[in-house]
């Protein structure tokens, strides 16, 4: 029985022409499952599929970045279109340390100076996944981004400012939870891609982790511990939204709810756990500084949320438990950039639905309804009424209109 | 060309409330699902926004949710000796239309029928002998007991999170419920919702008069709920536009609110939108169903095949589909033979509009919910004795305020001018302190002989099939039915303390232009004997045994209930057949 099972996973990697592949874990149950699982973890399936495709992992998806616009690669096992041919030195090399099979360079919209951070056998695992998949030939135009940033060579400086290779070190005096949190959140999680400041480089800002940056027009929050928006949820409630999308006081819209949907939704509920104990650890800056919004502008605000807001929201912008946030803790909400909640009160916003929590509510769009002055007004009642978040002008929500119209999604 | 489709395991045709039980059933099963609507995809929060959900003109007067006659419409006459014309404006009732069907704009009134009801020839026979009924009533049993469907009304409770106070648990009669009901296992899931003051005066002055009132079972959320499938629910914010809405809260029951989420993640699963089935394909013996055919939005025309296919469109539709795709024998009036048409029913229901003093009566009218009322069951059914009166059938009557909305709660004393300055004085005067009941006096309708659905001789769809033809009018019974339902009702407003009641009893002749309620039942009805039912009591078509047919088109009459929650409980049992009789036998469940 199990002679003929393993005949038949030789049979299917010969047919994917990964034949010249040399590592035994290709093969292996084992090691194609953690390879799996792993791949999960990193959210591979989210850059190199482009969104609704039946051909997952065959790149083409257009990635958006502060320089232009990059197109991921095919990473299917396609000997030519794909990485088929690389052998798992070629694969760990490209993953861990951002140096294509060519020798060039990549950028790091490839988070490899996360992936730095896992450990070789976990890379060689995603490559044992990564195997099993159904090679499919697409050839992806690679980048198309303005010169000189077309340039790779451009890239040897950049990795010299911002990239420390090396692999991800345990903390000793920490527990065996904590470091396995670490190890997912700087390793495969990237969570600091998006939630870590950049410099104008799009470097990380080294000194600021986990602090919040904003990036294809939403904002992804200070997940610290500090005194920031995610002061009031425990590491329970930070698992419960890693996992189901929803948690008692926020929803998983925009790009969280693509990562909760590919990535942490399939990790073990052991490890959503890990991430959280480890996050509740980092810490953070103080809150946002007093703000003092005009009376009136709070007035009119309140006046707008309780005509269209509160039956969903209730009067009291507590929401309802897993299924309306509740806007007085909302991460997005009480936080310096107010990005995200513009966007979702001019365009609406789809939660994500989950295994777990299936109803993925979304809320109606309102910029059909509101004018500038009326968005901002009700923006600066829901971060200042119960929250410290500073007032949102007039202008910028006209310049959010703008940016969104001139969006594709 | 027609193009033909993989073959799929089961055909649905409708996505409303039955064909998303039966689909999630089914796909649950394991089978490979697809669903076929003929209207378009719905979703919550972008379909019905807040922001302009609560819209009388665009979606009561204009009939957004609906179907539109140009698109399809029946004709009617009240005799069979008249010339039946078309419906050009919904009036009676609303064919509902698109993803959730009926399951989005209705009120979410969330009844159990009696007992009795389903052995309502029997029943009735042996209380009062088979002489007290009149010679052209055509009622039946249903083939299916209250016990067997119990487990089934449960499911259905606890799937859409209804609020409501158990009469009846297990034979134990309970304080504040309606002590009429038939036993069921356990309460209602959510507390029911809390009364606004018209509601909580009326259950005063009928309790004073020795009735037993008790808050309407209601879909709409009295708290936060997940269902056992683990959809949530919110909170329901007393808005008032439930029925003819689409609720952008998440607080009213529908397909969308409770099961869709959890159907469409499921791989087995798939639907086609803007589609219409027109006909169930026969394979070459006639005897088994292969598929359906369809038109999609560009007018082409797709073969679904499919081992078992279930029909679940809103009733009329289910009898049209039928006939159309000639299965069953046709019914004939005037030789009492056939099946598929006999026994349409609809329903009788009557308002009491009542005016109180202003100075002492404040309703704040607009706070309310779909299905919030206090309703008493004395007179529904035979929870009464009917000897004295000469008829059967009865209903409950509540005040079952369900709105306040500017367009059509305006009401007037008789004898105000219809437009104008007196018009409106007497609106504001009145618009506080008057009281108009959604449907007030919410009664049965009794099936009969010249009461029918067939294909009309002269009038075709866009697909140059035949409407479907309504025969229908009000029988003696029935009239005195709602003329005895109308007065007792009446009297508790009087109690109330009323200043004037103005009656306005049900009359004949039907009238197709004045709305009662959208519950048409009837027409493929359920029974044991082929010759006199088209499905047996699973369901099932007699004559092509992988047909499931679901809906009020198997109700053998009506009874004095909204018609959803025991929809609901047949498409579960029906499900639960298939589940654990069909699928190892697939074949007649009956043999007759």
Known sequence: MRRSAKLALAALTLAAGVGEATSAGLQDFAAVERGRYLANAADCGSCHTVPGSDHPFSGGRPIETPFGVLVSPNITPDRETGIGAWSDEEFEAAVRNGRRRDGKRLYPAMPFPYFARMTPQDVKDVRAYLSTIEPLRNPVSANHLPFPLNER????????????????????????QWNRGAYLVQGAGHCGACHTPKTFLGGDETSEPLQGYTLQGWVAPDITSGQGPLAQWSAEDLAQ?????????????????????????KLSDDDVKAMAVYLKDVSGPKSAADSSADARVLTAGGAIYQDLCSACHKPDGTGVPNLIPDLTQAATVNTGDPTTVLRVILQGAQSVATDREPTGPAMPAFGWQLNDAQVAAVATYVRNHWGKAPPVSEDAVRKQRAALDARTN | MVRKLPRKDVVIIGLGWTGSIMAYELADAGLDVIAIERGPWRNTATDYPPGYAADELRYRIRHELFLSPSQTTFTFRNKMSQTALPIRSWGAFMPPNGVGGGGVHWNAETWRFLPSDFVLKTHLTERYGASFLPEDMTIQDWGVTYDELEPHYDRFEYLCGTSGQAGNIKGTIMEGGNPFEGPRSRPYPNPPQDQPFSHTLFGKAARDLGYKPFPQPSGNMSRPYQNPLGVRLGPCTYCGFCEWFGCGNYSKASPQTTILPVLVRKPNFSARDNSEVVRIDLDSSGKRAAGVTFVDAAGEEWEQPADLVVLSAYTIFNVQLLLLSGIGKAYDPAANTGVIGRNFTHQTTSDVVSFFDPAKFVFNPF????????????????????????????????????????????????????????WKKAVKENYQSALKPGTGVHGSMYSYRDVYVDLDPTYKDRFNRPLARITMDFHDNEIKQNKFLTDKFAEIFQAMGAKHVQKEYRKAPYDITKYQTTHLCGGAIMGSDPNTSALNRYLQSWDVPNLFVMGASAFPQNAGYNPTGTVAALAYWAADAIRSKYLKNPGQLINA
Request: overall charge negative; aromatic content about 10%; hydrophobic content about 35%.
């Open chain 2, 367 to 422: 706070i309310a919910s779909g299905a919030i009322g206090m309703c008493i069951d004395e007179f529904n059914g035979d929870n009464f004795d009917h000897g004295p009166h000469g008829f059967v059938g009865g209903g409950y009557v509540g005040q079952v305020q369900t709105n306040g909305r500017p367009i059509e709660t305006t009401p007037v004393p008789e004898g105000t001018p219809l437009w104008g300055a007196q």
């Open chain 1, 153 to 176: 060579m451009a890239m040897a400086v950049w990795d010299k400012l911002y990239f420390a290779p090396g692999t991800f070190k345990e903390e000793p005096s920490k527990s065996k």
């Open chain 1, 241 to 265: 939204y890693l996992k189901a999308g929803h948690n008692r006081f926020a929803a998983a819209a925009g790009l969280m709810s693509e990562v909760v949907e590919l990535s942490t939704s």
